[in-house]
């Protein structure tokens, strides 16, 4: 598989940290009763518009990411594939995040769903497997970050040049969010104009040229003549589809969630298709050649439709938006191991706490991590990713299941269509699409082994981090 350029997931909702903590570093405040604990880190409630916004961030950020689906399926296809994976991908994950989110809206999202309908265990491992895949997903946007870059100025990331720009997103990332999660918020609200401004530019200014004769280029001299690889092209559609269940994690700053998180997620859907499909279109319609996209293909595409001014914006631009996305995922991902000490699950450590409410010894943990894995390639990374995320995926179907048979009266204002046998079923559709993204990965590896195996052990990992934990608890129980 050649290189590919992952999404931008960015998160926009904004935190609201209020300091009701006696310590700067108290691990416990019993003054505080620990079911509200973070209650009193809520931030200020999002409405429907704000959290249509976010959701969006959280799964696409904008139209980086595509260049490799039109190189490896040409435009005909890309089209397709953006409009055909939505309905068996993000469809039935919107479905069960709308019912799961509005009969349980509460703080940690599919922790708390999976664990209220498969049990603690299971809990436990849908929070390892999303962290574990955080530290693959999270080390794509300093590099997506470095690659805008040295599009246009490839001097500033060769050698060791590249790996220092990224290690300095991580650190600002870091330092950004000791500030606080109001800091973050209101960075992400900047970064998300900058981020789409240049590709309204871009699709006018390819329409303009398309209806007045078109670009009609040839294919880069010396670049070979596209043969399509769809088992390559559609991971990374369901690359650029994935994420709906990251909204069910602010449930507390969202106004009226058994109202709002439906619609938000059938907003972002239709968002999200526009914003991917319209630019394809659009370059497609002015008649650049499919065989010139390729990773950071939008800066080529900008300078022809419009100059280097354009270019130099969609470079920066897509620097900024990786910047951004790793800024706000920062946020949303170190809060989980947060949840998770509050639970007895992780070590009460990852509890400390800043006045300002910031969990810093987690944001350090984290961000070491995700650091450490600045080395892999992208392809290496999205494999890995998808093993991770996809099995995380399919517990939250599970929790669904369980939680119609196990809590039949639970109010739910919101339910998947079609009575419990549709309800039951529609995470066919994403199981067969994981297990085609992993047949389509077979013969990656990860240091020295497949890469499906390396992704297998991460997550089998996760059991026996638990029992380290849980099985001392139970010890002491007994003895007591």
Same mark, same amino acid.
């Not at 999303?130 to 590099?143: E, G, K, N, Q, R």
């Not at 130099?312 to 949840?339: C, H, I, K």
């Given at each position: 598989?050649?290189?590919?350029?992952?999404?931008? =997931?960015?998160?926009?909702?904004?935190? +609201?940290?209020?300091?009701?903590?006696?310590?700067?570093? %108290?691990?416990?405040?019993?003054?505080?009763?620990?079911?509200?604990?973070?209650?009193?880190? %809520?931030?200020?409630?999002?409405?429907?518009?704000? =959290?249509?916004?976010?959701?969006?961030?959280?799964?696409?950020?904008?139209?980086?990411?595509?260049?490799?689906?039109?190189?490896?399926?040409?435009? #005909?296809?890309?089209?397709?594939?953006?409009?055909?994976?939505?309905?068996?991908?993000?469809?039935?994950?919107?479905?069960?995040?709308?019912?799961?989110?509005?009969?349980?809206?509460?703080? &940690?999202?599919?922790?708390?769903?999976?664990?209220?309908?498969?049990?603690?265990?299971?809990?436990?491992?849908?929070?390892?497997?999303?962290?574990?895949?955080?530290? @693959?997903?999270?080390?794509?946007?300093?590099?997506?970050?470095?690659?805008?870059?040295?599009?246009?100025?490839?001097?500033?990331?060769?050698?060791?040049?590249?790996?220092?720009?990224?290690?300095?997103?991580?650190?600002?990332?870091?330092?950004?969010?000791? #500030?606080?999660?109001?800091?973050?918020?209101?960075?992400?609200?900047?970064?998300?104009?900058?981020?789409?401004?240049?590709?309204?530019?871009?699709?006018?200014?390819?329409?303009?040229?398309?209806?007045?004769?078109?670009?009609?280029?040839?294919?880069?001299?010396?670049?070979?003549?596209?043969?399509?690889?769809?088992?390559?092209?559609?991971?990374?559609?369901?690359?650029?589809?994935?994420?709906?269940?990251?909204?069910?994690?602010?449930?507390?700053?969202?106004?009226?969630?058994?109202?709002?998180?439906?619609?938000?997620?059938?907003?972002?859907?239709?968002?999200?298709? @526009?914003?991917?499909?319209?630019?394809?279109?659009?370059?497609?319609?002015?008649?650049?050649?499919?065989?010139?996209?390729? $990773?950071?293909?939008? $800066?080529?595409?900008?300078?022809?439709?419009?100059?280097?001014?354009?270019?130099?914006?969609?470079?920066?631009?897509?620097?900024?938006?990786?910047?951004? $996305?790793?800024?706000?995922?920062?946020?949303?991902?170190?809060?989980?191991?947060?949840?998770?000490?509050?639970?007895?699950?992780?070590?009460?450590? =990852?509890?400390?706490?800043?006045?300002?409410?910031?969990?810093?010894?987690?944001?350090?943990?984290?961000?070491?991590?995700?650091?450490?894995?600045?080395?892999?390639?992208?392809?290496?990374?999205?494999?890995?990713?998808?093993?991770?995320?996809?099995?995380?995926?399919?517990?939250?179907?599970?929790?669904?299941?369980?939680?119609?048979?196990?809590?039949?009266?639970?109010?739910?204002?919101? #339910?998947?269509? &079609?009575?419990?046998?549709?309800?039951?079923?529609?995470?066919?559709?994403?199981?067969?699409?994981?297990?085609?993204?992993?047949?389509?990965?077979?013969?990656?590896?990860?240091?020295?082994?497949?890469?499906?195996?390396?992704?297998?052990?991460?997550?089998?990992?996760?059991?026996?981090?638990?029992?380290?934990?849980?099985?001392?608890?139970?010890?002491? +129980?007994?003895?007591?």
């Amino acid at each position: 598989m050649p290189d590919i350029h992952a999404k931008y =997931l960015q998160h926009s909702a904004r935190f +609201r940290v209020h300091s009701e903590i006696a310590s700067p570093l %108290s691990l416990e405040d019993t003054s505080i009763p620990k079911t509200n604990i973070r209650a009193a880190h %809520s931030p200020r409630k999002l409405r429907l518009f704000p =959290l249509i916004a976010a959701t969006y961030f959280m799964v696409s950020g904008g139209p980086y990411g595509l260049e490799d689906i039109i190189g490896l399926a040409g435009f #005909r296809w890309a089209l397709l594939l953006l409009a055909i994976v939505p309905l068996f991908w993000s469809l039935p994950t919107a479905l069960m995040v709308g019912e799961l989110a509005s009969a349980i809206p509460d703080e &940690g999202g599919f922790y708390v769903w999976v664990t209220r309908g498969l049990g603690r265990f299971w809990g436990f491992q849908e929070t390892w497997l999303s962290l574990a895949a955080s530290v @693959f997903d999270m080390a794509i946007y300093p590099t997506t970050f470095t690659l805008y870059l040295g599009h246009l100025y490839p001097a500033l990331v060769a050698g060791h040049r590249g790996l220092a720009l990224k290690l300095m997103i991580v650190l600002m990332a870091t330092l950004w969010n000791l #500030r606080g999660a109001s800091a973050v918020g209101g960075g992400s609200i900047g970064m998300m104009c900058v981020s789409l401004a240049p590709f309204v530019v871009l699709v006018g200014a390819a329409f303009w040229k398309a209806l007045h004769g078109g670009l009609h280029l040839q294919a880069m001299a010396g670049s070979p003549t596209l043969h399509h690889d769809l088992l390559a092209a559609v991971p990374i559609a369901m690359w650029n589809y994935m994420g709906w269940d990251n909204a069910s994690t602010i449930a507390q700053e969202v106004d009226n969630p058994q109202r709002n998180y439906p619609r938000a997620m059938f907003g972002s859907a239709i968002t999200v298709m @526009f914003v991917y499909m319209l630019p394809l279109a659009a370059v497609w319609a002015v008649g650049i050649p499919a065989e010139r996209f390729s $990773t950071g293909a939008w $800066t080529d595409a900008a300078h022809l439709l419009a100059g280097p001014a354009l270019a130099f914006a969609v470079v920066l631009a897509g620097s900024l938006d990786g910047l951004g $996305t790793f800024n706000a995922l920062t946020l949303t991902l170190t809060r989980l191991p947060y949840a998770m000490a509050e639970d007895g699950l992780l070590p009460r450590i =990852l509890k400390l706490r800043l006045r300002n409410g910031v969990p810093w010894v987690s944001v350090l943990t984290c961000a070491t991590a995700w650091a450490l894995a600045l080395g892999l390639t992208f392809e290496r990374l999205i494999t890995i990713d998808l093993v991770l995320y996809g099995a995380a995926l399919l517990l939250e179907f599970a929790a669904l299941i369980a939680l119609r048979l196990r809590e039949p009266q639970l109010a739910r204002p919101f #339910r998947v269509p &079609g009575g419990f046998a549709v309800a039951a079923s529609i995470g066919v559709g994403p199981l067969l699409l994981i297990l085609f993204a992993l047949y389509s990965a077979r013969d990656e590896k990860v240091a020295g082994m497949p890469a499906l195996v390396f992704a297998l052990l991460v997550a089998l990992a996760g059991a026996a981090i638990y029992a380290s934990f849980e099985w001392p608890r139970k010890l002491r +129980r007994s003895r007591s």
